[in-house]
């Protein structure tokens, strides 16, 4: 133990003591001894681990015959360490006491008491030193010996606060890392150690003990040396120093140990990628740890699927994702190639450690457990490989789940795995399983997300009536790379088309479920031929019933082909880029922005621009155009030049511009694009009547169908469209107490009849039984038609059908 002066004005003190360490665990007894504890105290660790702490320290500041201790406990933290051992403190506490120890004589003993919390068994943390080994060098000028007493303070109070905090853990060399880890954060928590000399002299006590030992080993290692070398005789070696040197070989194994598996740490998890994670794991431990690593893992981890319910059992299936090895290249690969599944019958290790959860070591592979394991691989003759050889099979687990496992070989030529790298093995499986379980709840949960976002993204037809549609989606190049970007076309009345393209802010399944609801949102209300300002007024409404925290962008246009005009409302998306076919310009529409749907209270307005044949309409989200520490505007330029480069197909066209914005680098957020082209519909294909709400106008609907088909030359349609025909007049005629009756053919890649009138009451199927009179209308539409809806509009309603054109 060093100390140090508690302000940076008084010299640092000299001298050391060394400090035992015992660990109590919940039942009072010993789970951790150190060396510095057999020094001060006589037993050794293999006599004191599982003792109750009462028998072997100081538990009060009472002498042997029972009198009072003048020099007892230390009665300003506490009245004794008894008090912690047996659990009545649950503060820290600190104290000095006299131990009568068995052919020694009476020990002054200072003491520190640290109560531990968490998921491990250890429950309290002594500290403690020799108070005899303080010499009058030791302490502040003028305090006499008697005035020493342990305490605590935070590490901050003291010049070099980090060094004591990051040496602390040297006391706990045999403890895994991470105990060590949550012990030491409790103690600089509850106070560190120090000695106090009186109210205003306060010594820190630092962790490293074993350093001047070795340093005092190794000066007279070298004046040894130099004796021998002058024809001297050798020094005289201490009493400890044999223990001694088998305590530094231990402390620095312990100690290579702890480098390997903080080095393995920062070499493992840097990716939530699994393939690249598993890779990783492989190569971490060869060749330093061992000269063969294979990886295994079970098929749902691979597969990308849930978490693996029930334990692994003989037919489990595993398979091997990964092998690493230190031999000639090639000579693995053909015996057992990465890739390959496989199970692992009883009388294995590899069962033994997947389903006990727990690392097997064989110090060597006897030929007749290599015959064994050969026996898994068929043909292929794995013994040269394996034989002599030494093996630790490792589990990879989390939540006390095998996920999988790692067979690690160690060469003839290499000492065997001991008890040591179990330990190490173990800690190691542990930390990978940890990586390797992130890393496959990642893959699982962005599976998952990609999954519900496609099954949201629509089915764009590429052909709607007067316009050619083509879209592209990118998902996000970063973690959670789901976002809620989405684009739609609907089909509306009076051969329009809606044209959507929304972005929910944010990424992961939330963004993907709220893209969703959305979209679901828009088609609903888009079938009630809402115009597009009060659409968004509808969807911002509905967006704020959902909830305050979603913030969404949404463009929305319908188009009209008869009429040649889109109508456009915006709800804070950036604005589409119109190409003229006519000299192939392109620009930016300028649209009044609004606001993003679920702000709320903020109006939206309609814009209607007059469109040309051939013109095109480019819509996106603002992951294409965007890139950080870039000017948006710098985007959008690029965006206007791309779209207007010549292409020979709309495909073709969205290609060109994924192209030119993608390779900038920098695009992290998902991408929808969606590109219309605009082609009208001709007069000449369209055709229109007026008919009065009169039952003898439904046979002379039908003569103009027929008429109207026989000039377009569809007469193969005739019959069953002026049936059809016939049925929505009646209908309308008959129920809908209209005061006009609109019809309109419209040939377009398909043929659309549509029949309007000015009743808002939508017709519904009914079941028709065999007396009924009425009924039997839209089941015959329903029937033959390729489609079929109903939709209100403005004055009224729509019914309408489709027909396929017949081939040519």
Same mark, same amino acid.
């Given at each position: ?201 306060? *010594? ?49 194994? *312990? ?49 990308? $699927? ?28 053909d015996v057992v190639p990465v890739g390959e599944s496989m199970p692992f019958p009883a009388h294995t290790p590899f069962f033994q450690c ?93 599976s998952v997300a990609e999954t519900l976002q496609d099954s949201m993204l629509p089915r764009i037809e590429p052909r709607m009536p007067g ?137 939206? $307005? ?11 309409? *480019? ?6 155009? $965007? ?153 015959? *539409? ?27």
């Amino acid at each position: 133990m060093h100390s140090g002066t508690g302000s940076a004005s008084q010299r640092p003190v000299p001298g050391r003591v060394p400090l035992a360490v015992v660990v109590v665990d919940g039942d009072g007894l010993v789970s951790h001894w150190s060396t510095g504890a057999r020094r001060l105290f006589g037993p050794a660790r293999e006599e004191a681990v599982g003792r109750p702490a009462t028998d072997l320290l100081p538990v009060s500041g009472a002498l042997s015959d029972g009198r009072p201790d003048p020099e007892g406990a230390y009665d300003g933290l506490g009245p004794d360490l008894e008090s912690s051992l047996d659990g009545r403190a649950s503060y820290p506490a600190a104290g000095r006491a006299r131990l009568e120890a068995p052919r020694r004589e009476r020990i002054d003993v200072l003491w520190w008491a640290y109560p531990l919390v968490g998921p491990g068994p250890e429950k309290l943390l002594v500290l403690a030193a020799d108070a005899g080994r303080l010499h009058a060098e030791d302490v502040p000028d003028g305090h006499p010996m008697e005035r020493i007493a342990p305490g605590f303070a935070l590490h901050t109070d003291f010049p070099g606060a980090d060094q004591l905090a990051r040496g602390l853990p040297a006391i706990l060399p045999s403890m895994s890392v991470g105990e060590s880890a949550r012990i030491v954060s409790q103690v600089l928590e509850l106070g560190y150690p120090v000695l106090e000399f009186s109210l205003h002299d306060r *010594v820190p006590v630092t962790a490293d003990w074993g350093v001047p030992r070795r340093a005092e080993r190794k000066a007279r290692r070298e004046e040894a040396a130099r004796a021998a070398a002058a024809g001297l005789p050798a020094p005289r070696r201490a009493p400890d120093d044999e223990a001694d040197d088998a305590d530094e070989l231990e402390y620095a194994a *312990v100690r290579e140990h702890l480098e390997f598996l903080n080095e393995v740490s920062g070499r493992i998890g840097s990716s939530l990628d699994l393939s690249r994670t598993i890779i990783e794991v492989s190569r971490a431990v060869v060749p330093r740890f061992t000269d063969v690593a294979g990886t295994y893992l079970r098929e749902q981890v691979v597969a990308g $699927e849930g978490f693996p319910e029930g334990p692994p059992d003989a037919t489990t299936m595993w398979h091997r994702v990964a092998l690493e090895h230190t031999d000639e290249p090639g000579r693995w690969d053909d015996v057992v190639p990465v890739g390959e599944s496989m199970p692992f019958p009883a009388h294995t290790p590899f069962f033994q450690c997947m389903t006990s959860g727990q690392p097997v070591l064989v110090p060597r592979i006897t030929e007749e457990m290599g015959n064994a394991i050969a026996s898994q691989f068929e043909k292929r003759d794995i013994r040269p490989l394996i034989t002599n050889r030494s093996m630790l099979v490792v589990p990879l687990k989390a939540r006390n789940v095998v996920l999988g496992f790692m067979i690690l070989l160690r060469h003839r030529e290499r000492p065997v795995f001991n008890d040591m790298d179990r330990v190490t093995g173990a800690e190691l499986a542990a930390r990978a399983g940890l990586v390797l379980d992130n890393a496959r709840m990642y893959t699982y949960q962005e599976s998952v997300a990609e999954t519900l976002q496609d099954s949201m993204l629509p089915r764009i037809e590429p052909r709607m009536p007067g316009c050619d549609i083509a879209t592209r989606y990118l998902p996000g190049t970063l973690l959670g790379r789901v976002g809620g970007d989405w684009f739609d076309s609907i089909k509306l009345p009076g051969s329009r088309t809606a044209l959507v393209v929304g972005d929910v802010m944010g990424h992961g399944l939330n963004s993907a479920a709220m893209m969703g609801q959305l979209r679901t949102a828009v088609q609903t209300m888009a079938a009630l031929d809402l115009p597009p300002a009060q659409l968004l007024r509808n969807l911002d409404d509905l967006a704020q019933r959902l909830g305050e925290h979603y913030l969404a962008t949404c463009l929305y246009a319908v188009y009209d082909p008869i009429a040649n005009e889109l109508e456009l409302a915006n709800a804070g998306h950036i604005p589409p880029v119109l190409v003229r076919a006519a000299d192939g310009r392109s620009e930016l529409l300028e649209l009044p922005t609004g606001a993003p749907i679920g702000v709320g209270g903020v109006p939206f $307005e309609s814009v209607r621009v007059p469109m040309a044949p051939g013109d095109r309409l *480019v819509m996106c989200t603002d992951g294409l155009v $965007e890139v950080r520490g870039e000017d948006i505007g710098v985007g959008l330029a690029t965006l206007c030049e791309s779209a207007a480069h010549p292409a020979a197909s709309m495909d073709a066209a969205c290609d060109t511009i994924i192209r030119s914005l993608n390779t900038r680098g920098g695009r992290k957020d998902d991408v929808a694009l969606l590109m219309a082209r605009l082609n009208g519909i001709a007069p000449e294909d369209v055709a229109h009547w007026s008919v009065t709400p009169d039952p003898a106008e439904v046979p002379r609907t039908r003569a103009l169908v027929r008429d109207q088909l026989t000039a377009w030359g569809l007469g193969a349609l005739t019959t069953v469209a002026e049936l059809m025909a016939g049925e929505l007049v009646a209908n309308a005629v008959r129920h809908a107490r209209t005061r006009r009756v609109e019809v309109r053919l419209v040939r377009s890649g398909t043929l659309v009849c549509e029949v309007e009138d000015d009743d808002r009451r939508l017709p519904t199927l009914l079941n028709a039984g065999p007396g009924d009179e009425f009924g039997r209308g839209l089941h015959v *539409v329903s029937a033959l038609a390729r489609e079929w809806g109903t939709s209100g509009t403005g004055s009224g309603k729509t019914v309408w059908f489709e027909l396929a054109l017949p081939r040519a």
